[in-house]
């Protein structure tokens, strides 16, 4: 794990779940943070991607549970792990509308923001060349 401002969502709640016409917002009451892909999410070991039945309502499922730990590497992605589930986005490089992959900002008691990028941490390995 880099040093990410993406651990500053743990402790914070999951307030809201926002479906935009391709792409997702994750609103931690405050915080939020912008997949520019489809995650997979994983709620009571039962995986979920975008078009499987049950998609949305497992990650509405999780609204008002805290971040319990998240995760970043190059076999992961990028991971936000609650206590009944998770939210991963770890896309192909094929799976790409732009070179952006995530962003996180809206944090009260800190400055600026973060953006994973395609040829970036944790999206810089092998298969991202």
Not at 13 to 22: T, Y
Not at 54 to 83: K, M, N, Q, W
């Amino acid at each position: 794990m880099t040093d990410s401002l993406l651990v500053a969502l743990v402790g914070h709640e999951l307030g809201s779940v926002i479906f935009v016409r391709d792409y997702l917002q994750l609103d931690f009451d405050g915080p939020r943070l912008t997949l520019l892909v489809w995650p997979r999410v994983t709620v009571d070991a039962q995986a979920r991607g975008l078009g499987d039945h049950g998609y949305r309502d497992s990650l509405c499922s999780l609204i008002g549970h805290p971040v319990r730990a998240v995760e970043e590497g190059s076999d992961t992605g990028i991971a936000v792990r609650f206590e009944s589930g998770s939210i991963v986005a770890n896309p192909e490089p094929d799976e790409l509308e732009s070179c952006e992959i995530a962003m996180l900002s809206g944090f009260s008691d800190r400055t600026g923001s973060m953006v994973w990028r395609h040829g970036e941490f944790p999206f810089d390995g092998p298969g991202w060349s």
